[in-house]
């Protein structure tokens, strides 16, 4: 039944693409655009169907299914629970059932689907309509301090302190690496709706940091529990590129249009190539460790400081990592933007993986400093020292103009990222206590980041960058405002959300269950795109007809 009920939406999903590639277009869609077009247009209809299968009672009830199939993963024997499962069986001529598990999958499709679409239209059509930006200083931090100090009527302690001894309140807790993420993530979204360009230095140490995560987290995770295989691999890597494949497929984006993606990409595998490189040995050979940090450092220096190399080892990767967009009007050579963002934190991922290894010292030593009241003047002593640092880097370093500041940031972020982590962490208080509303926005920075381009602001069509607003409400700026964040946050959840759910589905911790998913997405992926073709060609009208 199932079978012929797909069947069915894939031809009606067909014929719905066709009737949009025979219409005249602002952006014309391209065979790939009309491959994932019917894909999403079949996972809302299955999904809709099943719905109303199981809502209005044509199959029978999922808990006979779902205790069978508790009873059989639990290893009950036939005998044990054979009545159980005739009982579960659908009756003659009902519709049958399908597994929990697969209607997560389709909600999640379905939903992933439905976003993309309004995607689409916020962005790309004129259904939706768009507004000149204007840059104000008032207005961006008149935002973002509103922000700040609502945030400070939530601030607790964190989960973590909450069971912590007198001797024991680490650093860097989860909860104050997502408040960090966030606010920082509110600035950059800021700088970018009202074109702060006074705040491009800071912008370029706000990603600084979140490369430097990128080598804390995964450094930590990796030293710690050890866990080389390849389940949790394809999970980081799913996490990071899911929900930007489909938005590039969608609106025809090439993927250094979202360069955040392939940075964090590029510097997880180089931590993870670090680690499991000698991996038995980690732990046991402190030399070890650090030669092999220290070779990546001369790796570093050798890939982007020694001219040629670079481009030598990215050439075979031109095709996905070119930027051709309007951002330099066809001025540059390909891999020009790949190659500045890459270099502008190509150290700062290293000093990430040295704070982690150091992480268990600096811990002992901050709560040192709790117990023992006579090494106060340690503390004070180390906090002004520490500010002293960051301001001599602020006034020297961090003023410099945009050019002249990029030449040194790759060899400097790592003094204002190191101050910070210190100064936040300098007392008892500072580690216990964390602002919530930040640290709920650090935990969809990713969404966020790809979806301000199409749903919260406008771009200029295919590799464009956003240079208008979104606006669902025309002359009332601040209440469109309002509207168009709120819309633009839920959204961005829910991405989130769907991401985490379809990777717990399709990406299970099990290189067996793994191969065979990915097998069949493979699968359902080449008879899309072999049908996006051929619906390409046979309806895009004349002029459409090379997109």
Same mark, same amino acid.
Request: proline share 5%.
């Given at each position: 039944f199932w079978a012929v009920l797909i069947t069915c939406n894939v031809g009606l999903s067909v014929a719905l693409v066709? &009737?949009?590639?025979?219409?005249?277009?602002?952006? *014309?869609?391209?065979?790939? =655009?009309?491959s994932v077009a019917i894909a999403y247009f079949v996972a809302i209809l299955t999904w809709v169907q099943a719905e109303a299968v199981q809502q209005l009672g044509i199959s029978p009830a999922f808990t006979r299914l779902q205790l069978s199939e508790m009873a059989s993963a639990l290893g009950s024997s036939d005998e044990e629970d054979g009545d159980d499962k005739s009982e579960g069986d659908a009756p003659t001529g009902c519709v049958p059932a399908i597994s929990d598990s697969y209607l997560g999958f389709l909600r999640a499709a379905a939903e992933m689907g439905v976003i993309m679409i309004v995607m689409y239209i916020c962005d790309r059509t004129s259904l939706v309509g768009k507004g000149p930006k204007h840059a104000s200083k008032p207005e961006f931090w008149g935002v973002f301090l509103l922000l700040v100090l609502l945030s400070f009527f939530g601030l607790r302690k964190s989960h973590d302190s %909450? #069971?912590?001894?007198?001797?024991? #309140? %680490?650093?860097? =807790?989860?909860? =104050?690496?997502?408040?960090? %993420?966030?606010? &920082? =993530?509110? &600035?950059?979204?800021?700088?970018?709706?009202?074109m702060a360009a006074e705040m491009y230095n800071a912008i370029r140490m706000f990603i600084a940091a979140y490369i430097w995560m990128t080598g804390f987290g995964n450094f930590s995770y990796y030293y710690t529990k050890e866990d080389f295989g390849m389940p949790r691999f394809v999970q980081m890597m799913w996490r990071l590129n899911f929900l930007v494949f489909f938005v590039c497929l969608t609106l025809n984006n090439e993927y250094m249009l979202y360069y955040i993606c392939p940075l964090h990409t590029l510097f997880t595998v180089m931590v993870y190539a670090t680690l499991w490189l000698g991996h038995t040995r980690n732990r046991a050979n402190a030399t070890f460790l650090m030669g092999k940090i220290f070779g990546m450092l001369l790796l570093s220096t050798l890939i982007w400081d020694v001219p040629g190399v670079f481009d030598t080892l990215s050439a075979p990767l031109t095709p996905l990592l070119r930027y051709s967009g309007d951002l330099y009007q066809g001025n540059r050579a390909a891999l020009y933007e790949w190659h500045f963002r890459s270099y502008l934190d190509h150290f700062v991922w290293i000093f990430g993986m040295l704070i982690a290894y150091g992480f268990p010292k600096f811990d002992a030593w901050l709560n040192k400093l709790d117990i023992d009241e006579e090494r106060q003047t340690i503390r004070w002593a180390a906090i002004a020292a520490v500010s002293s640092v960051f301001a001599a880097w602020f006034v020297l370093i961090g003023c410099k103009g945009k050019f002249e500041y990029n030449a040194l940031h790759p060899y400097t972020s790592f003094i204002p990222i190191g101050c910070y982590i210190f100064l936040r962490n300098s007392t008892r208080w500072l580690r216990e206590h964390v602002l919530p509303a930040w640290c709920e926005i650090g935990k969809y920075t990713l969404e966020t980041y790809i979806c301000q381009f199409h749903i919260w602001m406008r771009t200029t069509g295919e590799n464009g960058n956003p240079k208008s607003l979104l606006v669902f409400l025309p002359g009332?700026?601040?209440?469109?405002?309002?509207? #168009?964040?709120?819309?633009?946050?839920?959204l961005s959840i829910r991405l989130f959300k769907i991401t985490l759910a379809l990777k717990d589905i399709c990406v299970p911790n099990d290189v067996r269950a793994i191969v065979i998913n990915v097998s069949k997405i493979g699968s359902g992926a080449v008879g899309f795109a072999a049908l996006g073709l051929a619906t390409h060609?046979?309806?895009?009208?004349?002029?459409? *007809?090379? *997109?």
């Open positions: 066709a &009737m949009i590639c025979a219409s005249p277009l602002d952006h *014309a869609l391209n065979p790939w =655009q009309a %909450k #069971v912590s001894t007198v001797a024991d #309140v %680490k650093p860097l =807790q989860r909860e =104050q690496t997502e408040e960090w %993420k966030g606010w &920082m =993530q509110v &600035m950059f979204l800021l700088y970018h709706y009202w009332w700026f601040w209440l469109n405002f309002v509207v #168009v964040s709120a819309f633009y946050v839920f060609r046979a309806f895009a009208l004349p002029n459409n *007809a090379s *997109a």
